[in-house]
Every structure is written in structure tokens, then in C-alpha cells.
């Protein structure tokens, strides 16, 4: 199947790219850096002539509700719509557990994607996976202010970038789901510790502080909205295991 992959150069875009190639499937990329802006809508109705399905994996560095809501909300009708002139039945989107429940901040965007694509008749799957193993590395490049490293007061149960991606590219191969199982990892982790072993696994000793986030947003994440419910499918890599890949592409590569 021809599957165009939004987002296709992101943290979990890649994953989501080799998945596809791995299962006989031909990637479609769709980013700026291929030519397609999903918020401008330019380049769209070339990029998808003869594609199957659509994986949305795109993403914005806004943390702001407003930002977040205007970003995945034009995206997702652009791409809705875009689909619907090529004849495409099937949009796949990558959400975050707690989605339903924060109401605020970067997570009132992925709540707004939702919203449209529940509100669109059929034709949509919708998986909600937990923060990647691959946050830690993320964190180390939006929460450091002078080189001082912060990291968020919270609890999580990370799962691999890889396994989210090969999740994806079974649930774009097949009919549309509707909201599918959560996928989490398999422990549940902090947050500062995570990005602490990181940084540690990359040869970075410098401490991390933690910062619990004010308002809503930092009530909803020590309330633990984004920890997996008893039915999430779990993944396998630990992060343990993931830092532990990090550290030896590191060494190898030095
Ligand atoms: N990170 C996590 O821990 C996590 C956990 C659960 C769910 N998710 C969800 O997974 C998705 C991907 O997250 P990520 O961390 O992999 O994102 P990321 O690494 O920040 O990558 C974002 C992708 O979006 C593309 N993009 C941004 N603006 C674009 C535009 N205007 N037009 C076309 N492409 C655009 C970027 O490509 P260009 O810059 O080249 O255009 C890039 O490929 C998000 O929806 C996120 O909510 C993330």
C-alpha cells in the first residue's frame, strides 16, 4: 500500500517510515522539508495522488492551548479534506493518553484533533500512546534555559518511538478503528530521572531540576491524567533498555 506519513521526519515519523518499509508498504512523506505545509495547505493534492491511507504524526513546539488548538486543528481538517478530494478512506492519528482529560496547554490541541476527527463519520482510526522513551531526549532541547537542564514534576509510563511506530503502520494497513486500545510502556517512570539518565547515557552529567508546571495543566500531570488505564496494551523496550542503546550508539560513535 502507497501510505503517506504526516510528520514522517519527526521523533516517531522515522519509526513510523521504517515500520511501513519493513511490512512491504511504500512511505509517502509528507513535511515541510518534502515540499507540504499541513497548516498552509500547500502541496497536499500532489503528495497524495494514489495513496491508501494517511498517518498524521505531525507535531508543534507550541505548549500554549491556543498555539496547540490552531496547529492540530488546521492540520487535521486540511488533511481531512485533502483525503476527501483524493478519495482516501482512511486517516490514522497519533494522540496522547490524557488527551480527554487535560484540558489545557500543548494537550488541548491533541483534544481539538480529536474532537474533529470523533466528529467525522467513519474513516478514522485514532491511537493514544504515553509519552516515548525518546521525551527524555526532547526535554533536554525545550526545558533548558542557559544551561541549566528543568525537567516537569511528573510521573509517566513511556513507551518506545519504534513500538508506537510499527503500531501505526499495522492500524493504517487495515480498516478504520475508531479510538483503538491506549498503547503505554511497560513501567511507569519520573520524569527527571528519565531525563537525568539520559543525559548521564550521552556522556551530560549536569543535575536536573525538577519544576512542578502551574495551573491546570501541572494539577492534571500530579494527578496522573496521563498514566495508562488498567486496558492499555503495553510495550516491551524498558527505558532502561532504551538508555542503554543510547549510551552504546554514543560510545560507538565517538
Ligand atoms: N513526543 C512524545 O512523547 C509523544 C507521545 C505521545 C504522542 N505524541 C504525538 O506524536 C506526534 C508526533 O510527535 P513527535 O514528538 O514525533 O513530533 P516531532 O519530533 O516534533 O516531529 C514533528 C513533525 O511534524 C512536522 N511538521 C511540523 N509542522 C509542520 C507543517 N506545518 N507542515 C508539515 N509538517 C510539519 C515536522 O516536519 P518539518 O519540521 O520538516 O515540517 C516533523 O516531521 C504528535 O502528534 C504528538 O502529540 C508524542
Not at 526535554?139 to 537542564?149: C, D, S, W, Y
Not at 513501567?187 to 539520559?198: F, I, L, P, S, W
Not at 488505564?229 to 542503546?245: N, S, Y
Request: charged fraction near 20%; aromatic fraction near 6%.
Amino acid at each position: 500500500m502507497r501510505i503517506a506519513v504526516a510528520g514522517a521526519t519527526g521523533t516517531v515519523g522515522q519509526h513510523v517510515v521504517a515500520a511501513l518499509k519493513t511490512r512491504g508498504h511504500e512511505p509517502v512523506p509528507l513535511s515541510r522539508g518534502t515540499g507540504v505545509d499541513l497548516v498552509a495547505a500547500t502541496g497536499l493534492d500532489d503528495a497524495l495522488r494514489g495513496v491508501d491511507a494517511v498517518i498524521d504524526v505531525t507535531s508543534t513546539t507550541s505548549m500554549s492551548a491556543k498555539g496547540s488548538v490552531a496547529f492540530f486543528g488546521a492540520v487535521t481538517r486540511n488533511l481531512l479534506a485533502a483525503e476527501k478530494r483524493a478519495g482516501i478512506g482512511h486517516h490514522v492519528a497519533l494522540s496522547i493518553v490524557g488527551a480527554d482529560k487535560v484540558d489545557a496547554g500543548y494537550y488541548a490541541g491533541k483534544a481539538a484533533q480529536e474532537h474533529i476527527l470523533m466528529a467525522t463519520p467513519g474513516g478514522w482510526s485514532i491511537l493514544r500512546a504515553t509519552q516515548f522513551h525518546e521525551f527524555a531526549r526532547q526535554m533536554t532541547e525545550r526545558m533548558r534555559f542557559a544551561g541549566v537542564q528543568l525537567a516537569p514534576a511528573m510521573e509517566c509510563q513511556p513507551v518506545a518511538a519504534s513500538e508506537v511506530g510499527d503500531a501505526l503502520a499495522d492500524i493504517a494497513a487495515g480498516d478504520p478503528r475508531g479510538l483503538d486500545t491506549d498503547l503505554a510502556g511497560p513501567r511507569v517512570e519520573r520524569m527527571t530521572a528519565m531525563v537525568r539518565d539520559y543525559l548521564a547515557a550521552v556522556g551530560d552529567g549536569r543535575h536536573v531540576f525538577s519544576v512542578s508546571m502551574p495551573g491546570a495543566f501541572g494539577k492534571s500531570l500530579r494527578d496522573g491524567a496521563i498514566l495508562p488505564g488498567p486496558d492499555a496494551r503495553l510495550g516491551t523496550q524498558t527505558f532502561a533498555e532504551w538508555v542503554a542503546a543510547q549510551a552504546a550508539t554514543t560510545t560507538t560513535a565517538a
